[in-house]
């Protein structure tokens, strides 16, 4: 019976939570949808040049930390 008690609590949440939501009413959407437009002013710029501003090929990307601890504390 104890076991079963945080589940029947969380129904009853769950159900009291639902039962009190109210449906909204639909919003007023624009008759037009809005469209937007733009122009480039300045000619097109290399930002980032693969053959010169890569890596080299031995180059390994970086990792997340890591970390391992044993049952006695010991890290690694």
Known sequence: M??????FVLFVVVAISAARVRP??????P????TLTGVLEAPRSVVFN????????????DAPARAFRDYAGTSI
């Open 2 to 7: 104890r076991r079963c008690l945080p589940f």
């Open 24 to 29: 909204q009413p639909p919003s007023r959407l």
């Open 31 to 34: 008759a037009v949808t809005p």
């Open 50 to 61: 693969t053959a010169t501003d890569s890596c080299e090929l031995i180059d390994i990307p």
